[in-house]
Nanobody, 115 residues
Framework: QVQLVESGGGLVQPGGSLRLSCAAS????????MNWYRQVPGKQRELVAG???????SYADSVRGRSTISRDNAKNTVYLQMNSLKPEDTAVYYC?????????WGQGTQVTVSS
């Protein structure tokens, strides 16, 4: 079993920055990709950014240029640095890991962008 522990959410003013972290632990043989999704009430969960084991990153158009995803393979940890935050970035952010052909989800961390 794999556990994902997220941290770094909170309240931030527009234009501010946050760094989300997600650490994976447990019986992991190989992580294929680590990703961040977000969801607001009444809407589908959407992919924000993802990174492969080889370090290839991809971003949603809504965050490209403002966010950077990175990972520490030794720690099985993925980070999402978000800058120039906007009120529309407000959501619950979920860590998602594809490992050993199984998908795992974190519990979610709230990000609120408001003055």
């Amino acid at each position: 079993q794999v556990q994902l522990v997220e941290s770094g959410g909170g309240l931030v003013q527009p234009g501010g920055s946050l760094r989300l972290s997600c650490a994976a632990s447990g019986n992991i043989f190989r992580i294929i990709s680590m990703n961040w999704y977000r969801q607001v009430p009444g809407k589908q969960r959407e992919l924000v950014a993802g990174i492969t084991g080889g370090g290839r990153a991809s971003y949603a158009d809504s965050v490209r240029g403002r966010s950077t995803i990175s990972r520490d393979n030794a720690k099985n940890t993925v980070y999402l640095q978000m800058n120039s935050l906007k009120p529309e970035d407000t959501a619950v952010y979920y860590c998602n890991v594809l490992a050993d052909l199984t998908t795992y989800w974190g519990q979610g961390t709230q990000v609120t962008v408001s003055s």
